[in-house]
């Protein structure tokens, strides 16, 4: 009795298909009327919360490199601090730091601009052909990086050499000034002598270096004379007489001292 409703509802089923039938529909009618209007849709998933992420707040490289100069207690841990400094950019295209030459405690610090090229491969400032024309300068006045009675001590305004030798941007002398400020007061000269346009407008705060030569100005306390810079003189050499004159005036100045 199985088999023969099983066997005739089957072929039911594909009389059904042979007339078109394409879908099953249930057994009694539904009314349409009684669907309700809307459909609740399932409610999704609440979506998980978007982290926030606290914004990092910039460090002012200035502020940092003051802290950091000021509590340099000694002339090696200011070397130190500074080679840790990660702000200034031209760290990552320099070879070498330069720090300094020549004696510290001397009666006279030297302060030039930026290392070139020989001064970033040797890691000291005055290297080249420039320095050797500032050692003839001194030699001629009795003084010198190494000098038995009358030593200099030289630094730069920026430790590190700029692309190309370009000259140095506001943002890096500024950044770089609690450095050399604080390298003063550790190496503490009698007199300071500024090397160069841009060493007078990190140390003066102003540029002009064929009106400011030879004119006395006053740099963290102590008596600061201004030069021409001795890459300038091997360009223009017509200015050495200038700059003998300024170098006469520094030993008077040490002579009265």
Known sequence: MESADFHSHLALLDWQIELGATEAIMDAPVNRYDVPAVVEKPKAAAAPPVPINTPRVQEDPVAVAKERAAAAQNLDELRAAMVAFEHCALKKGARNLVFCDGV??????IVGEAPDRDEDREGQPFVGRAGQLLDKMLGAVDMGRNHAEAPV??????????????????????????????????????????????????????RGISRLRGQWEEVAGRPALPMFHPTYLLRSPEFKREAWTDLLALKARLGNG
């Open 153 to 206: 001590y030289i630094t730069n305004v920026l430790p590190w050499r700029p692309p190309q030798s370009r000259d140095p941007k506001p943002e890096e002398i500024a950044m770089m000034k609690p450095f050399l400020m604080r390298h003063i007061e550790l190496a503490a000269p009698e007199v300071i002598v500024i090397l160069g346009n841009w060493s007078c407008q990190a140390l003066l705060g102003k």
């Open 104 to 109: 510290p405690g001397a009666r006279v610090m």
